[in-house]
């Protein structure tokens, strides 16, 4: 009989692969932190369904790689639409 946590691991799996999602996507989604979804996918999944790990920790390792460029195109877009000028008060002097 599987339990509580062992289905939420299955549920998540099947959601980051579906979804490509990341890690910070499934825990909104869910309701729960970042450190509950990796230690669900990445160590309670294995045991439960290894098909399934396999398939989430491949989505993953792309997520992670991609992980820079995300944060970069963020980051382009926040000066982007910030105003200009703004953010440079108290520097001239």
Known sequence: MKGIVEERAVELGEYIIENKATVRKAAKK?????ST???????????VDPQLYKEVKSVLEVNKAQ????G???????YKKEP????????NG
Do not use: E, N, P, W
């Open 30 to 34: 869910f309701g729960v932190s970042k």
């Open 37 to 47: 979804v990796h230690k669900d996918v990445a160590q309670r999944l294995k045991y």
């Open 67 to 70: 992980r820079h460029i995300r």
């Open 84 to 91: 200009v000028g703004a953010g440079t008060a108290g520097r």
């Open 72 to 78: 970069g195109m963020a980051t382009r877009l926040k």
